[in-house]
């Protein structure tokens, strides 16, 4: 009988030692990882953008374009779980800083924010619309629920500052409602077609039941020679 409970007892101990390694490896280890990959992220995207030239756009004959002249050709889609941005939320702190990259993967999110595939480019008309982990793999969206109307959200493609202005959120709403990234989210409030930003996370922290949504209008543009935006100068 001893012998049972002492074999119990070690049984327990072995248990609560693997859940508590769990614990430090989901709220700790993958946070590390996670910031470390995500600032390598950052870094090849600033390193890319520092060595590329900006070819000017070929301004257009006082006449208009002949008619052997050719429409400028479509920019190439966003490459598969690969950076193309840099998001910054002063309301997060002002060295707060992810980048974004193409999909909404498994994988891909645990790289940085993830761009939903099919909705608007970053600054474009429509709806340019970014997922994010609200815990776990470096906690990008943790304070979430901070986000308040007027709060500024800032992107950089390299070329050009993008800063757009929280209207609304955070929403509650479910995982199938996926009506907020539509082009014009009917529950945003927004009643015709713009150059809009939708912002997703879960809700609650630890748990995925529902999702939180924040949606923002583009406000202004700047090319990046110009300096930051006003609304990351401190």
């Not at 879960?202 to 930051?228: F, K, M, N």
Request: charged letters at 20%; proline letters at 8%.
């Amino acid at each position: 009988m001893r012998l049972v409970v002492r074999t119990v007892s070690e049984l327990c101990i072995t248990v609560g030692a693997v859940i508590v390694l769990f614990v430090v490896y989901v709220l700790f280890w993958t946070g590390v990882q996670a910031d470390r990959v995500m600032g390598d992220q950052i870094d090849d995207l600033q390193n890319q953008w520092a060595q590329q030239t900006v070819q000017p756009t070929p301004a257009a004959s006082a006449g208009g374009a002949g008619p052997g002249a050719s429409a400028a050709a479509p920019p190439a889609p966003y490459a598969r779980a690969k950076p193309f941005a840099i998001m910054y939320i002063p309301r997060l702190g002002f060295t707060w800083n992810k980048p974004v990259l193409e999909g909404t993967a498994t994988g891909t999110l645990k790289k940085g924010l993830g761009h939903y595939t099919g909705t608007a480019r970053l600054g474009q008309a429509g709806n340019f619309s970014v997922a994010g982990h609200r815990r776990t793999y470096g906690d990008p969206f943790k304070d979430f629920p901070e986000l308040r109307r007027g709060d500024a959200v800032v992107l950089t493609d390299g070329t050009t500052w993008f800063t757009y202005r929280i209207d609304k959120g955070p929403y509650k709403t479910v995982p199938s409602d996926v009506e907020v990234i539509d082009a014009v989210p009917r529950k945003s409030g927004y009643t015709r077609p713009g150059r809009y930003l939708t912002l997703t996370t879960c809700d609650p922290e630890w748990g995925h039941s529902h999702r939180l949504i924040v949606w923002a209008h583009l406000d202004s543009t700047q090319p990046v020679e110009a300096g930051e935006p006003k609304a990351l100068r401190r």
